[in-house]
């Protein structure tokens, strides 16, 4: 549990990273040096051109300013000129497909070694070369992100917020994407901040935020916070269930030491409920409600919202950390 339990930084808001490459023609892996330099001197392509073989598969780059520089003389060295050009072949490349995420491309950036870092990036659709892109365009591309984010992320948890929230979910229902819609909310938190105040409570709705950011990593996840001690989870990981569950234990397991001995002894505490009646609560729990959403399921990200909250409502009703799926046709929504 340790290791599920380890927390983690929140991924980047999904942008495809094949919005930042352009189609340039690859040039075969048994064309000439000689005829490469030709090619390059009369088109004056970009500053590296990529190698292909007869069946499109990607080889490597090129840099055009090493050929120039090599045949720049008055004379081709006719031995060298009749070789094939993947003797200017250089690696590595970073090569993506056309479907990554940007955050995917940017985690991949992030662990190559900077000697190594090439100024290009070649993405692939279904194996073969389709375009090129430099490197620099995705990393000034997730700064911009990163500021945008932080401008409407919530000022607790920095987990983004309801604008981005709302952005993403109707992105995914545009895309018509299968995935799950999670809700995620605190069972007893108004009477745990009433009794330990707003500091504690603080420190508790940061647990919940730093457990999902920890646990909702695979790509295309995504984290927000609604507010106060409200989440939601986006995933189309087939382990959905499993990582429900994980959250629900990890919480179980870290939240105890945010109560005093007495109240864990009793297993619970006396508070005021939301009526200003004082009466035995018990420990804080976590409640999650879940939706699995396919094209045409739902009508609007309203309706579905709806779903997610009716969902939630149902875990709550159960005792302790749990979770409710919405397995109901979303025809008994009434979409306003």
């Known amino acids: 549990m340790d290791s599920v339990c380890q927390m983690s930084p929140q991924r980047m808001e999904s942008v495809l990273v094949s919005g930042l490459a352009v189609q340039v023609a ?23 051109v990529p190698i292909v073989t007869a069946d499109g598969e990607i080889i490597g780059l090129i840099r055009t300013v090493d050929v120039l520089q090599k045949f720049s003389g008055n004379e081709i060295d006719e031995k060298l000129g009749g070789v094939s050009c993947r003797k200017f072949v250089k690696n590595p490349i970073l090569v993506f497909d056309e ?90 938190f108004k009477t745990y901040n009433d009794k330990y105040g707003y500091e504690s409570g603080d420190r508790l709705i940061l647990l919940v935020a730093d457990i999902l950011k920890a646990i909702f990593v695979s790509p295309g996840d995504f984290v927000g916070h609604i507010g106060g ?39 619970g505490f ?22 699995q959403v396919y094209p045409e399921k739902y009508r609007s990200s309203h309706q579905l919202a709806l779903a997610m909250s009716n969902a939630k409502k149902f875990a709550k009703q159960q005792q302790g950390s749990s979770y409710f799926v919405e397995r109901r046709n979303p025809s008994y929504l009434l979409d306003d």
């Open 270 to 291: 006396v508070g005021k409920d939301r009526q200003g009646n004082t009466t035995f609560q018990n420990l804080t729990a976590l409640s999650a409600g879940v939706v």
């Open 229 to 267: 001690d409200d989440f939601v989870t986006f995933t189309q990981g087939h382990d959905w269930e499993r990582r429900i569950i994980d959250v629900l234990r990890c919480f179980d397991e870290k939240v105890v030491h945010y109560f005093k001995p007495r109240d864990l002894e009793l297993k």
């Open 26 to 48: 690859g040039f075969p892996e048994m064309m000439s040096c000689k005829d490469v330099y030709e090619s390059i001197r009369l088109r004056k392509p970009i500053d590296e």
């Open 99 to 188: 479907k990554m995420l940007l955050n995917e491309a940017f985690s991949k950036i992030s662990r190559t070694v900077d000697e190594e870092m090439p100024d290009y990036f070649v993405v692939t659709r279904d194996g073969k070369y389709w375009g090129l892109g430099k490197v620099s365009y995705i990393l000034k591309r997730c700064a911009l992100l990163q500021i945008q984010q932080a401008q409407n992320a919530n000022p607790l948890t920095l987990l983004p917020g309801n604008r981005q929230i709302q952005e993403n979910l109707q992105y995914r229902l545009d895309g018509r994407q299968e995935f799950y819609a999670i809700y995620w909310d605190l069972d007893f």
